[in-house]
Each structure stands twice: as C-alpha cells, then as structure tokens.
C-alpha cells in the first residue's frame, strides 16, 4: 500500500491572490510552479474531486504534487496562506487496485460479507465497477447466503451496473440464479425484474430455469400475478410463427419459449389466487404459440372455466377428460366437481340433480360388484399388493399437502452451474408444481371417491336443497331426494334428507314449503315418523294458522301417525287462546282415551344438539347454516355474462352493448366478470377510450352506492387501457382505488408501457401560457410518470 499525503493547502482562485503569489518568485519558479498547478488542476476535473474527498492516486501523480508542494516550494512556505479560498481540505489515497480487487474476492471466500462489501463500496468510489470476474463472484455468494439482506444488496447492484449501462459486466448465468434465489426468498418483484432485464438483453433463460423461478413466485398473491404477467410476455414472442425454429440463431429464444410445465405453474397460482380471468387470457394464448395441454393442464382448464361460467366450454372439455388416458381419482372428482358446480351457477337444477343420481346408482352398481370381487379374493386367499400401493399414494399425498414431500436444500451456485440443463431447477418447478395442485384438490367440496367411485357429498346435497327452495321448486326437491334416499344405503324414517329438509324449513319459518315437501313424500308412497308432523303442527299453533293446522291433522290421520303428547298440549293451547273451551276439551278427552303417554318426541333443537354431540355437524345444521350465511345466486347474471363474453371475443362490440343494455333492463345487475369483458373488447378494438371512461364513470358509481367490490383483474385492466390512451387523470384515479383495496400493481408493467407510448410526453419545459385543462392534464401525467419512477 502506497503511504498517504495530506495537503494542508487551499488554493487561491481570486486573480489579485494569483498575481501576489507570483510577484515574490523568480519568473522560471513562477511558470514551472504555474504549469505544475494547472497539471493539477487538470488531473482534478478529470477525477471530479468534490470536497472532502478521499481517492487514490499513482505514484507518478503523487510525484507531482509532492514537486509542487515540496521541493518547488522551498521559500515561500509562508506564502500558503493565498490557496486559502478553495473550500475543503483534498485528502489523496493512493491505493492499488489490484490488491482491492485480491482482498475483495478473499473476503467473498470466507463468507465475510460486511468486509466485501466495504471493498466494494472503496472500489466504486475509486475506479467504479470491479472487473467482471469480481462482480459476478460478489454476486453468486450473496444470492447463494439466501440472507435477505445481503440478496438485496445483489439486486441493487445489477439495477446500478443497468442502469449505468454496465451490463455486459453480468453474466447470464449469475443472472438466472439470482433471479431464483431471490424468488426464493419471497422477493418476487425483484425475481421478475431481473428475469425481464434478461429479456431486454437477448440474454434469453431457458424455459427449464425460469419456470422454477415462477414456481416460487407462484407460492404468494402478488407473485402469482407476476408469474402470469411473465408467461403472457414471453409467450408474446413466440405468438402466430414469429420466431422460425429452423434458423440456428434462433435457438437460445426457442429454448426459453414457455412449456406445459411453465403455463401449468402460472394458471395454478391464478386458481389459488382467484385472478382466473388472467388465467383465461393465458389460455387464449396457448395454441397461439403451439402449447399442447396435458392431464393436468385439462383439470386446471375445468376449474378456470367453472369459475368463468364457461359452461359451454367445460361441457366440450368433457369429451377430452373422456377421452384422456391414466387420470386420477382426484382429476376425475375435479372434473366433476367443477362441472356440478357450473350446473348450479348458471340454475340448472335438473342437469345437476341428475349428475347426482347418475352418481348414486353407478356408486351402488360398483358397490355390489366390489363386494362380490372381495368375498372371491378372500376365498382364494389373495395378497393385499392393490391396497398397499394405495395406502404408499395415499400416505405420499398426505406428505405433499403437509409440505413435508422435500425440503428444499439451497442449491449452491457451484451445482447450479455444473447443471447445464438445468435438470434440478426443472424437477423443483414440478414438485412444487405438485403442491399448488395439492392446494387446488383441497377446494373440492361436492363430490369425494372412495375406492375409485365418484360420490356426492353432504354438502352437494345442501346446495341443491338451498337452490330448490329459492327457486320455488318444492315438487321436484321432493321428487330428487326420494330418487336419492332410493339409490343411497337405507336410513331410518326419522333421519332421512327429505326429513331434515322438511324441518329446516319449519325452523326457518318456510312453513308452506315444509307442508309441500310432506304432501309430496305422502304421495310417493314413502313413510315418515311423527316427529316432523308434530315439529310442524307445533309451528302452525305457534302462528295461529288453524286452518293448516285442521289440515294436517288430516293427513296424519290418513298416514296412519299418531301425535305425541307435546302436539296435543300445543292444540288445546292454540284452542284456549281462541277461545274455543270445548275445542280445547275434546282434544283432551281424545288424548285421554287413546292413552298417549306424555313423554314427548325430540324437539328439532334437541336433533341439532344431538348431532354435533356425535361430533358431525349434521345435514340439516349444514344446510341451515348455508341458507342464513349464503348469498342469493342471481342465475341470470351468469347467462348474460356468457353471452356478453361471447360477443366480445369475437370484438362484436355493438352486439355486447345490447346484451349489457338488455341484462340491465331485466334487472340483473352487471359485476366484475361483466365490466372485464366489456373493457378487455373494447382494448381488443383499440380506440374505444370513451367508452371505457364511462364504463369507469358507473364502476364508480356501483362502488359508492352499493357494497359491490372490483377485483384486482378488472381494475389492472381499466388502468392498462387509460395508460394505453394517455387518459392520465382517470389513470390516476384507478391507481388509488387499488391502493386503497390493497391491491398489486404491476408498476414494471406500466412503466414500459409508458416509455413505449408517452416517452417524449411533457419533457420539456411548462409553457408560460396555457388553458386550465392543459394545466390539468400535464400534471396528471406527470403524477403518473412520478408514481412509475420515472421522474
């Protein structure tokens, strides 16, 4: 290390100061002493020393001030006080970069972190970056510590050596694993960045890389948007023959054009998420670009459509799951569920309820068949190799759901860059693949399998009933579950659905249905208990109905049913308080002489209580539940939407608008699936920035007069089209709604996009005179262009 100089001196920049300093020397020490001044003066604008400023110098430089501060300075020491004008003290170190360059790559080797750090930041303000062997190790062993603190650090320099134009200093490879590592961490927008910035420089990742990279976004909200704004962008490339896979130079953008595993990857986080309607516009994408779907892909497309409402698409899906070799047990139940769940949506309860029975009798038809398999295997005295290997994939999955299949060790950068195709990065894409698609089989609650036999759940039961009985359909709710109760295993009278149906609807007051729902099971022929015609003959004393009541007495006499002592006592009640003495004594000769014990039948509370006892929650607590906590389903919002989004697909504009103004005319009120599809249309046309702003105009309206929300996806959209437009003050006004709701936001995105259409917008200078609109417009858009970054 060269030894260190300090210069006590100020240098005079005052004329008069000059020309006294020069009047006391001979004219040869003047003009060397001059000319040596100016050297330094040179040498200092070049280096652009500020004040205060510690840098490192040559010992050739040193020489020369050491000239001018020593030997050329003999007799004038006395003199130094006329450099007293230059503000700060200059502190010159000269250090060999080299040697900088040693310490920092063996403080990188020993892990210690704060010292290289520290060297670098010496090295910066010295000669800048390091050269690019240093750099890209700096890099490498703080994106391999996984320690956010210093994996933040290696961000922050890629984004300085980019934005300083220095990125032929990173490597490609350094660049992919620490978009992984970073990604790993849960730094998602960085991980996104630097993968873009890959893009930007034609230093194109293989898809095998980068899908791991969406993998561990895809674990978060916000990176699952980001994974699916990733696949739509690079796909974009590849749309409709653009890159020619035959050309050689083509090769690296072929390899990083996005596969099933990738597009499998970024529609699962959509579906964890609920961004489906982005989901949907990757899968337009998809034969776009020559993408081939698989088993997995095929059920992930199931639940993508069901909660779209693309029935008409997930019934020609149908065909395929048909069609498709070696699916699961649970690929069958997803399908299945999805497409009951759509047939309930759009209120087809007929579709639905046959789906149910279909189930049913193929259940029992297997049923028989499997106990008469299992009594000849038993005979024969056949090993247990099946149900073995089904215990080994039950206990596996188990393992996948709890997270416990593989703990991800950190891959070391040595073995990351021995792995030139990236097989380990590609099989920790595919299992965590396997973990959202764990996630996504947990959200199926309609229909279950036991032993490769699809069956209907508790809880499709409840659903059906609830819709049945919105929709006035008691008749065909009776005709359903005595069809049910004939297919499933037999129960007893008091505890069957149609029982427990009839008396949630006593216990929520729906009384004429209830009575519907018994005329209908006493016409089929099918026998009831007592309980439910004394639950509800209470209920019709308690309302004063004694007609109803007349009535029902009737039709338990004809079903042969004799009444507890509880109706009784409720009857002569009811009696009394109209009045009626010798009603109201009749009745109790008549329970007197039948003999009727006064131990009374379980009340419909006593039922309840009895079955969470048993620790079930009980049908009947389950449906009670989801009729006082469910909301109305408005079927016939699903049909318009479905027709809105037919014709804005096919960018028949004119068409939608009559379809949204006929959907309000009937009285469905439009929502978010019904806003999205009309601005995506009009973005599809182009122009169409009107019509957008009053779609705008009465989004906003619906949110502050009712307590309708707008979701992530549609506003994303509003805002894109704005930005596209150049409609600053309502894309202002869409930026803070979503950041009110909390909402991401894709700010690379639109800073790219404004850079693309805006770039030269409102550059220069306000001029002096201009109209209050201008005035407006100008500093909304500079608003926008501050909250991107740009300035």
């Avoid at 972190?113 to 062997?133: N, T, V």
């Avoid at 791991?212 to 749309?239: C, D, K, R």
């Amino acid at each position: 290390m060269l030894p260190l100089r300090k210069m006590g001196c100020r240098i005079a920049t005052a004329a008069a100061a000059r020309s006294a300093l020069f009047s006391t020397f001979p004219c040869s020490n003047i003009q060397y002493l001059s000319a040596s001044i100016s050297q330094f003066q040179d040498y200092q604008s070049q280096r652009s020393i500020q004040k205060n400023l510690v840098f490192g110098i040559s010992l050739a430089k040193l020489r020369i001030q050491s000239t001018i501060l020593g030997c050329r300075l003999d007799g004038f020491n006395c003199h130094l006080q006329y450099f007293s004008t230059v503000t700060g003290t200059i502190l010159v170190q000269a250090r060999d970069i080299g040697k900088l360059c040693m310490e920092l790559e063996n403080a990188l080797e020993e892990y210690r972190f704060d010292d290289a750090w520290k060297l670098y930041e010496q090295h910066m303000l010295i000669e800048g970056f390091p050269r690019k062997s240093v750099v890209n190790k700096l890099l490498m062993s703080f994106a391999e510590s996984l320690d956010l603190q210093w994996i933040e650090k290696a961000y922050g320099l890629v984004e300085r050596a980019i934005e300083e134009s220095k990125q032929n200093l990173l490597e490609k490879e350094t660049l992919i694993y620490l978009a992984f590592c970073l990604a790993k961490c849960g730094l998602t927008v960085p991980a996104s960045t630097v993968l873009r910035k890959l893009v930007e420089m034609e230093e194109f990742p293989p898809v095998a890389a980068w899908s791991a990279v969406l993998a561990h976004m895809s674990q978060t909200a916000p990176g699952a948007y980001l994974a699916a704004e990733l696949v739509i962008e690079i796909g974009y490339l590849f749309q409709d023959g653009r890159v020619d896979p035959r050309k050689k130079i083509n090769a690296p953008l072929i390899a990083m054009k996005p596969n099933t595993t990738a597009f499998n990857i970024a529609l699962s986080g959509c579906l964890l998420f609920h961004t489906t309607r982005k989901a949907e516009q990757l899968l337009d994408m998809m034969p776009r670009i020559g993408v081939k779907a698989d088993t997995t892909l095929l059920i992930i497309m199931a639940h993508i459509y069901e909660r779209n409402g693309r029935r008409e698409d997930l019934k020609k899906l149908k065909r395929h799951i048909d069609e498709a070799p070696n699916l699961s047990d649970v690929q069958f139940r997803q399908f299945y569920n999805c497409l009951l769940m759509c047939h309930l949506n759009f209120g087809d309860l007929e579709s639905a309820s046959l789906m149910v029975l279909e189930m049913l009798r193929k259940a029992k038809k297997a049923q028989n068949s499997l106990a008469a398999a299992t009594f000849v295997f038993e005979a024969a005295g056949s090993d247990n190799t099946s149900p073995c290997g089904q215990a080994l994939s039950h206990g596996k999955s188990n393992e996948l759901e709890n997270g416990r299949l593989h703990q991800h060790h950190s891959l070391s950068f040595k073995d990351f860059s021995r792995d030139h195709k990236f097989l380990k990065l590609e099989a920790e894409a595919k299992e965590l693949l396997g973990i959202l698609l764990v996630k996504l089989q947990r959200q199926v609650e309609l229909i279950t399998t036991e032993r490769g036999i699809l069956q209907p759940t508790e809880r499709i039961y409840v659903k059906l009933v609830k819709a049945f009985l919105e929709a006035g359909k008691t008749k065909e709710l009776a005709e359903f579950l005595i069809k049910a109760e004939k297919e499933d295993s037999p129960v007893s009278i008091d505890d069957s659905v149609l029982v427990h149906v009839i008396n949630l609807c006593i216990s929520l007051g729906w009384l004429d249905q209830a009575h519907d729902l018994l005329d209908e099971m006493r016409l089929a022929g099918v026998k009831s208990g007592s309980s439910v015609y004394a639950f509800l003959l209470k209920a019709y004393c308690k309302e004063n109905r004694a007609g109803d009541v007349s009535s029902l007495l009737r039709d338990a006499r004809k079903a042969g049913i004799q009444l507890d002592s509880s109706c009784y006592d409720a009857l002569i009640q009811s009696r009394v308080l109209q009045n009626d003495t010798q009603g109201a004594l009749n009745l109790f000769k008549e329970m007197k002489e039948a003999k009727i014990p006064r131990a009374g039948h379980q009340e419909f509370e006593t039922l309840v209580k009895g079955c969470a006892e048993r620790g079930e929650a009980g049908l009947m607590a389950k449906l009670l539940q989801e009729i006082k906590d469910g909301q109305r389903v408005d079927c016939g919002v699903h049909d318009w939407n479905s027709v809105i989004h037919f014709f804005t697909k096919k960018r028949l504009m004119q068409d939608a608008e009559k379809a949204l103004k006929k959907m309000r005319s009937m009285g469905h009120v439009p929502n978010a699936q019904t806003f999205h599809s009309m601005v995506t249309g009009y973005a599809a046309i182009g122009g169409k920035y009107i019509e957008v702003t009053e779609l705008w105009g009465e989004m906003k309206s619906l949110a502050s007069a009712t307590a309708m929300k707008f979701d992530q996806e549609l506003l994303d959209s509003v805002l894109y089209t704005f930005v596209r437009g150049g409609f600053f003050s309502r894309a202002n006004e869409v930026v803070e709604m979503m950041q009110r709701g909390n909402m991401f936001i894709d700010k690379y995105k639109y800073r790219t996009l404004f850079l693309k259409y805006h770039k030269t917008l409102y550059k220069g200078k306000a001029p002096k005179f201009q109209t209050e609109a201008l005035l407006k417009k100008r500093e909304a858009a500079l608003t926008f262009k501050k909250w991107v970054g740009l300035c």
